[in-house]
């Protein structure tokens, strides 16, 4: 079976540039959460989706940071203008529909994201 | 509001060595309690869990047992190996949470030949 799939794996682009990360999750799945991770902050939710709809946007570091979620199959993350201190990996990963408590959480490979 | 505190990394253990990391928690009402593991270059994967108290979680020698009485779930295993290498987060998740993870720091393990 497909896991969460995610791209473009790495990424190196010049401050000032718009990033956009791409995420599909697993089929089935009604929830996703896009999460960073650095050396210094460690993993941080940035954002999640129920059934599409933004449920919790307040790990979203700042206004040049944006999610869509336009259907089912596929999620967007976007930051316009990077800087460099955007610069980490990102993750993306679906759960199940079902009790809310006891379902995991599926993760993607994730996108190495490098801003010059 | 919930928490989890997982021991401070790295550890370093040499091969066929004990391991234990220490996770406890903080949280309203009857969290489900997870262990996910990261190997290097890739995302976490979901190593065990436990939805209510004394249940225990095992997967590929590891196990960890829902203590109630002291908040806690420590990850542990018999005899680790270098393939074991990886980084160990805990998290619960909590009904008043919706489907929102709340996450340890987590912890470094190095195992040596």
């Known amino acids: 079976d497909a896991g969460v799939i995610q791209s473009p794996r790495h990424e190196v682009t010049e401050m000032g540039q718009e990033v956009t990360l791409r995420c599909k999750p697993i089929?089935?799945?009604?929830?996703l959460f896009w999460y960073r991770q650095t050396m210094m902050r460690g993993l941080e939710l940035l954002i999640y989706f129920n059934n599409n709809v933004p449920i919790d946007d307040s790990g979203m570091p700042e206004d040049r940071f944006s999610a869509k979620m336009p259907n089912a199959s596929f999620s967007t993350l976007k930051i316009q203008p990077s800087e460099p201190r955007d610069s980490a990996v990102y993750f993306c990963?679906?759960?199940?529909?079902?009790?809310?408590?006891?379902?995991?959480?599926?993760f993607g490979d994730g996108t190495r994201l490098s801003i010059l | 509001g919930d928490s989890v505190t997982q021991m401070e990394g790295p550890v370093t253990l040499s091969e066929e060595a004990f391991l234990t990391i220490n996770c406890t928690y903080t949280a309203t009402g009857y969290p489900s309690l997870f262990w996910y593991v990261q190997y290097p270059g890739e995302g976490l994967q979901l190593l065990l869990k436990a939805t209510k108290a004394d249940d225990k979680g095992s997967n590929k020698g590891f196990e960890a047992t829902y203590r109630k009485e002291t908040t806690s779930f420590h990850l542990e295993k018999g005899s680790v190996q270098v393939s074991d290498s990886a980084v160990y987060f805990c998290a619960l998740s909590n009904a008043g949470n919706n489907r929102k993870l709340i996450w340890g720091l987590g912890t470094s393990l190095a195992v040596n030949p």
């Open positions: 089929s089935g799945h009604n929830s």
């Open positions: 990963a679906s759960s199940p529909a079902g009790t809310a408590s006891n379902q995991p959480q599926h």
